[in-house]
């Protein structure tokens, strides 16, 4: 379901579960809380904002990349959990805060697999920073 809507429409959709308000992102079966059922399905997003990040001088081989990357967890509008994912254009953490407002990229629909991957990263819209 999540995948799906992500790559042929768009759309982040999410799950929420009634008895304890939670909404989920990426969808889920069950409450991770109550253990109850989800079957409400719910678009999020596509904006968010930045609820912690890091920037990475080594990538995943240990090896310096060709730009430092910078990484977020952003919690998209509508949801109660976060995402991690790339935030594009920040090279240094002076470029971001928490609690920049962030909006979610996706490939071409052309290009889309069904796949987090269809998720280019998150590009800051609206810094909180004085």
Known sequence: MFFTA?????????????????????????????FSELTERVPVGPEGIVKSFTIAYVDRQN?????????ALVQPDGATTVLLHTLLDVKEASRVAIGDRVIIVLKPETERTGS?????????IDSCRS
């Open 116 to 124: 987090m991957l269809d998720i280019k990263g998150f590009r800051i």
């Open 6 to 34: 992500l790559k042929t429409r768009g759309e982040l959709l999410g799950t929420r579960c009634a008895p304890c308000s939670q909404v989920y992102l990426p969808a889920r079966l069950f409450c991770e809380r109550c």
């Open 63 to 71: 090896q310096p990349p060709p730009q430092p990357i910078a990484l």
